[in-house]
C-alpha cells in the first residue's frame, strides 16, 4: 500500500464547475496536510494546507480533512482553464523526522 | 525576499561524469529536502538535511549519490558517474522547521545524460 494515494486522472470538468480531488493516507500519526499545484514544467507551489479535522478555504479552494477516514479532498470551485494543473498531496509527521511524503498526483482538466 | 534557488536549471552530462546541483534555501529556512521526479510521475523523496547533518536519506540510491548541508553555503545534491536513467528533474525544497511546517520549493534542476 502506497503512503498516499491519489487518482491520477485526468480529472476533466467544464469551466465554471467544481473540480473535487482527493487523497488518503496510510500512516495514522499524520499530522499536518498540504495541497500543491504543479503546471507542466514547472516546480510544485503550495496552494493549501490543513492540520485538523473538518474544512478550511481560501478563496476559491476548500480542502478538507477526515483523520478517522485517513482521507483529504481539495475543491476547486468555479473551475478555470488557468487551474488546468497536476495537484499533489502531501503529508508529514510533525514529530520524528518531519519528512514529508507526495502522492503522484492527479491531473485537472477544466475544458473552456 | 528570495525564495529557494536551485542552480543550475539545466545540466547535460555525458555517462561517467558527475553532476552537482545546488540549494539555498529561503532565508531563515534550516531544513533542505531534495526529490526527483521523472516526466508524469510523482515527487520522489530522496534526502533530508539540516545544517551539517542527514537527517533522513532512506530516498537515496545508495551507490553515487551523496547530499551534504555544510555549515557555509548551499545544500549540494552530488551525483557520480551519471547513467542515463539519472536524467529526471531534480527538486530542492526547504522549510523553517519546528513551528511552521510548510515547504517551498525551487525552480528545480532538469538534468540530462546523454
Known amino acids: 500500500q502506497k503512503e498516499v494515494e491519489q487518482n491520477s486522472g485526468p480529472l476533466s470538468v467544464p469551466e465554471g464547475a467544481i473540480a473535487s480531488l482527493n487523497c488518503t493516507y496510510s500512516?495514522?500519526?499524520?499530522?499536518?496536510f498540504f495541497w500543491y499545484r504543479q503546471y507542466s514544467g514547472k516546480s510544485p507551489e503550495l496552494i493549501m494546507s490543513i492540520y485538523s479535522n473538518g474544512d478550511k478555504e481560501d478563496g476559491r479552494f476548500t480542502a478538507q480533512l477526515n483523520k478517522a477516514s485517513q482521507y483529504v479532498s481539495l475543491l476547486i470551485r468555479d473551475s478555470q482553464p488557468s487551474d488546468s494543473a497536476t495537484y499533489l498531496c502531501?503529508?508529514?509527521?510533525?514529530?520524528?523526522?518531519?519528512?514529508?511524503?507526495f502522492g503522484t498526483g492527479t491531473r485537472l482538466k477544466v475544458l473552456a | 525576499n528570495a525564495g529557494v534557488m536551485q542552480n543550475p536549471r539545466h545540466l547535460v552530462r555525458r555517462r561517467g561524469q558527475e553532476a552537482r546541483l545546488r540549494c539555498s534555501p529561503m532565508?531563515?529556512?534550516?531544513?533542505v529536502y531534495w526529490y526527483r521526479q521523472l516526466p508524469e510521475e510523482g515527487l520522489k523523496f530522496m534526502v533530508y538535511l539540516q545544517k551539517e547533518n542527514i537527517i533522513d536519506e532512506s530516498g537515496m540510491p545508495k551507490e553515487r549519490f551523496s547530499a551534504e548541508f555544510p555549515k557555509e553555503g548551499p545544500s549540494i545534491l552530488r551525483i557520480q558517474q551519471v547513467v542515463r536513467g539519472d536524467s529526471a528533474a531534480y527538486f530542492c525544497?526547504?522549510?523553517?522547521?519546528?513551528?511552521?511546517?510548510?515547504?517551498?520549493f525551487g525552480s528545480g534542476t532538469q538534468l540530462s545524460v546523454l
Open positions: 502531501a503529508v508529514i509527521r510533525t514529530s520524528g523526522t518531519y519528512k514529508y511524503i
Open positions: 525544497a526547504s522549510s523553517p522547521g519546528t513551528g511552521d511546517v510548510k515547504l517551498f
Open positions: 500512516d495514522r500519526v499524520s499530522q499536518s
Open positions: 532565508k531563515g529556512h534550516s531544513h
